[in-house]
């Protein structure tokens, strides 16, 4: 895929600029990340190990993926969930290693209904300025820029997951937004064509 030229892209993000400027995405951005704090709130380690059913339903609703999963997440054993989502967070392991756990078939750590949305929203939440969320609308945006990654035919979901979170730190870094959920933001409004 080669990347659109520089004036596009410099068109693209002074359009978004502009618009963030009046207030246009605040919506948008409320909708997605509107409760943030309570969903860090709910992963601090010594809060995920002691998280009711409650407060992982909770938790789902906060994160900014598609509720379709919720119900078949919620559908793991409580001690489960709780475990997963510290490995996720917080095991001594490459960031790697741990979302392959986590995603793949193989995986030690796999939850029902966990899948990159959920992954990438747990650690973006966590740690905004080295995670990005991964969703439709972030592989539109990265698409529609000319640099969504190419995989490999039976690349696994980790190494998929990798890929996009490098391509998302690096148009971070190259933009210099002030954290990767801004940078969601401006890939949203370009896979809806608002810019």
Known sequence: MQPIPQRTFQNYLDRFQELEATGAFLKMHQRKWGKADRAKELIQEDRLNNLSV???EELYRCLPVPQTKRKEFLSNPLQEIRECLWFLLYEQLMY???VYEFLDEMGGY???GGDQALAAALLCTRDPD???PINTNTEKGLRALGVFPTFEKNESQA???QKVQETLFQLFRTIGFNDLRTTDDFL???A???L
């Open 96 to 98: 790697e290693m741990r």
């Open 188 to 190: 949203e409004a370009l």
């Open 192 to 194: 809806k064509g608002m």
């Open 130 to 132: 080295l995670y990005g």
């Open 54 to 56: 409650e407060e992982a």
């Open 110 to 112: 796999r939850l029902k």
């Open 159 to 161: 190494g998929r997951f």
